[in-house]
């Protein structure tokens, strides 16, 4: 089943439609992506859940519901216009969804083992702010072109470059585990027409950054984009959960 939300938000002189779609895909029999928009906080969310049947699920939920309410909205009145306090408003959301889920596991030992990956985007004013742990990426289409923000943090990516072969699937940093290995950050300034992708490894693995690149350039909204890129990555064996949030700046 496809699960879908979106909003319309207005902030100072900048005019975000955002919209997000998640699917099962044509393999996979639960969901365990999850992602939240939440345009009054101007954050975007993405988890990608891991731990086997229901865990998975259960741990991106809990990252997520935990990084929305680490970020309170008279917190963000206070610090919208300090991209320090931004930086640290994220990490805390990060740090609290990694307590959140380890906490889980303790009480539940059936389910130890449980994470996710995660990806979080917050707006403030004309700059956005992006954290993440994992294979969950991050894009900037910025006139014609698109481009990664985020690097994977995976033992595949760690062998790019050598004859060493490592499994997609296996990645390096992650909720649910030790925050030795801290959320990787990016500051990005957004102009009109802009749009952000944040989006799970069930998509970018099934289809090609060229081919999502021209989807979203060639889409007249955020809902279309979405819609296209889901069923593409379908169409290309839906390996995998396949989640797609939008931004646009209007």
């Known amino acids: 089943m496809i699960n879908f939300l979106r909003s319309l938000f207005t902030y100072k002189t900048i005019k975000l439609h955002s919209f997000g779609r998640t699917d099962t895909g044509k393999v996979r029999q639960q969901n365990e992506d999850s992602f939240a928009l939440r345009p009054d906080q101007n954050l975007y969310l993405v988890a990608d859940g891991m731990g086997g049947h229901k865990a998975g699920e259960i741990a991106s939920r809990l990252a997520i519901e935990e990084a929305i309410?680490?970020?309170?909205?008279?917190e963000l009145k206070r610090s919208r216009f300090s991209p320090d306090a931004c930086h640290h408003l994220l990490m805390e959301a990060f740090r609290r969804a990694n307590n959140s889920v380890l906490a889980y596991g303790d009480k539940h030992p059936h389910k130890a083992g449980l994470g996710?990956?995660?990806i979080g985007c917050l707006i403030m004013g004309n700059q956005a702010h992006i954290c993440h742990v994992g294979d969950v990426r991050g894009?900037?289409?910025?006139?014609?072109?698109?481009?990664?923000?985020?690097s994977d943090h995976s033992l595949a990516a760690m062998a790019l470059g050598s004859d060493e072969k490592q499994p997609k699937?296996?990645?390096?940093?992650?909720?649910?585990?030790?925050?030795?290995n801290n959320p990787e950050y990016h500051l990005r300034e957004l102009a009109s027409d802009d749009q952000l992708l944040l989006c799970s490894d069930g998509l970018w693995n099934m289809v090609t950054d060229a081919d999502i690149a021209k989807i979203i350039l060639k889409a007249p909204t955020p809902e279309i984009a979405c819609d296209q890129l889901i069923n593409q990555a379908n169409e290309a064996g839906g390996r995998d959960n396949i989640t797609a949030v939008i931004v646009k700046v209007e």
């Open 139 to 150: 894009y900037l289409i910025k006139g014609n072109s698109m481009t990664q923000i985020t």
């Open 116 to 118: 996710c990956t995660l």
């Open 169 to 180: 699937n296996i990645v390096t940093r992650c909720i649910g585990a030790s925050m030795d």
């Open 69 to 74: 309410r680490a970020i309170p909205i008279a």
